[in-house]
């Protein structure tokens, strides 16, 4: 069974237009990631939840909504594509607590490309 | 802010050949995590060390830890096709939430 999955793998989409992408993991975990890769690889945190309350907010336009219905999916919506925002989205869970060296347990990825 | 710099940022090596790579950060950490990722999946975590630790095995890897100097190594021994990929160092802010580096990408030729 796949711990982190994330729909949909590819997703190419015209500028301006309003799409979601679907996360669910089944590890029991209390705390989900958004990161986003770009071109270069590099690996960016954008939200993070725990048990359905957002903790870590980083400086996204605020096109891009996460929403948890509950501690096991963690969706994200973003309005108004712009062409920067083709990249890979990574959907993530951990059990809380950083600190303690928590793994982080990564969905294989969202591929999006605006044209 | 970027915690986690990985170096170099790209190294090719021949089959069988042990391959290195090293990570630097800024402030000081309780661990530091080591992640892979292999072309067009997600990270995987390989190994975690905690700063009470100065080394630490795991099958075909060797990583280090230097809290002086605020950096980390990982080492693969007798390298094969299989570990072409990017590595990642990770380690967690004051705010408790995990930075990684700009990744090694790592190439095993044949």
């Known amino acids: 069974d796949t711990a982190v999955s994330q729909t949909p793998k590819y997703l190419v989409t015209q500028m301006g237009n309003d799409k979601s992408i679907k996360c669910e993991q089944n590890l029991g975990h209390d705390t989900m990631y958004w990161y986003k890769q770009d071109s270069k690889k590099f690996l960016k945190i954008m939200f993070s939840y725990n048990n359905k309350e957002l903790i870590i907010n980083e400086t996204v336009p605020n096109r891009f909504s996460p929403k948890s219905p509950d501690k096991a999916h963690l969706n994200l919506h973003i309005n108004s594509l712009e062409l920067g925002d083709s990249a890979v989205y990574f959907c993530?869970?951990?059990?809380?607590?950083?600190?303690?060296?928590?793994?982080?347990?990564f969905g294989e990825g969202s591929w999006l490309t605006v044209v | 802010s970027q915690q986690g710099e990985e170096d170099p940022q790209a190294l090719s090596i021949q089959e069988g050949e042990n391959a290195t790579m090293n990570c630097s950060y800024k402030t000081s950490i309780n661990n530091l995590q080591w992640y892979r990722q292999n072309s067009g999946r997600g990270l995987v975590h390989l190994i975690l060390i905690r700063s009470n630790e100065r080394e630490k095995h795991s099958g075909r890897l060797r990583v280090t830890l230097d809290t002086s100097k605020k950096s980390s190594s990982l080492l693969i021994t007798a390298s094969r096709a299989a570990d072409t990929a990017s590595y990642f160092c990770a380690t967690y802010d004051r705010d408790d939430k995990i930075i990684f580096g700009k990744g090694t990408r790592l190439h095993i030729l044949p």
């Open positions: 993530a869970s951990s059990q809380r607590g950083g600190l303690a060296g928590n793994t982080i347990y």
